[in-house]
């Protein structure tokens, strides 16, 4: 999805249009979640990922503030970078997903006027509501292999739903995974007929291993 939250209209082939404006109009937000605000539990506990949204309850040893979440994401994890409340005709709660690249820097699709596929300092992560950052199984063995995917699909354009010659912000993340010879973060979304960046808190990846390892949060010291 794009980086931008506010931009709300994505660019899509004409004959994608009608599929698209029906699931806009039936659907809520994924998991019907409007609004998002972390709270501290109990330290030393596990992190469910499939209901983090909705308890919105996060272990006080786990919850950060977003730029030190963002800078303790080991290299190859997921960041899943989510708003205050999901407005009118946006993705829910969590509009982008990124990944960490390497010290100081993501690598992502941060949307069309953007200029699809780079990698970018951390900190144009640093002042987002919120962020999660994931386990997906890239172990030091597998981040050669990602960083070569990485290079090859630098510069690739933006397309929401883009799976070949032009990537959105998961679909690029899933080949990413593939490079790397792992299941993806995410799957279609069966409602919007998409791939949704907060899928990736249940997608095949967490389903094969994955887990939550921090989230980051505005506000916190």
């Known amino acids: 999805m794009p980086d931008n939250a506010a931009m709300s209209f994505p660019v899509l082939p004409r004959s994608a249009w009608p599929a698209l404006l ?3 109009c039936a659907c809520s937000p994924p998991q019907n979640i409007h609004a998002l605000n972390f709270r501290p539990g109990p330290a030393g506990g596990t992190i469910d990922p499939v209901r983090l949204l909705l308890d919105q309850t ?3 040893d786990r919850l950060l503030s977003v730029p030190e979440a963002v800078r303790r994401a080991p290299d190859g994890s997921v960041i899943v970078v989510c708003n205050a409340s999901a407005k009118s005709l946006s993705w829910g709660v969590c509009s982008h997903i990124s990944r960490k690249f390497s010290a100081g820097t993501v690598t992502d699709s941060p949307g069309f006027f953007d200029g699809g596929v780079k990698n970018r ?3 144009s992560l640093y002042r987002r509501h919120a ?3 994931l386990d997906v ?3 030091p063995e597998r981040l050669p292999r990602l960083r070569a995917g990485a290079e090859r699909l630098k510069g690739t354009p933006y397309l ?3 799976t070949d010659d032009a990537l959105d912000c998961t679909t690029y993340q899933n080949a990413l995974q593939k490079a790397a010879g792992l ?3 995410t799957s279609i979304n069966p409602a919007w007929h ?3 960046p907060q899928d990736a808190l249940s997608g095949p990846a967490m389903h094969s291993g994955g887990q939550v390892l921090w989230v980051g949060m505005e506000g916190v010291n």
């Open 22 to 24: 029906l699931s806009l």
């Open 58 to 60: 996060v272990p006080a």
């Open 121 to 123: 300092p951390e900190s």
């Open 131 to 133: 962020v999660i950052v």
């Open 137 to 139: 199984g890239v172990t």
């Open 160 to 162: 929401v739903g883009g």
């Open 183 to 185: 299941p993806d973060v």
């Open 194 to 196: 998409i791939w949704l």
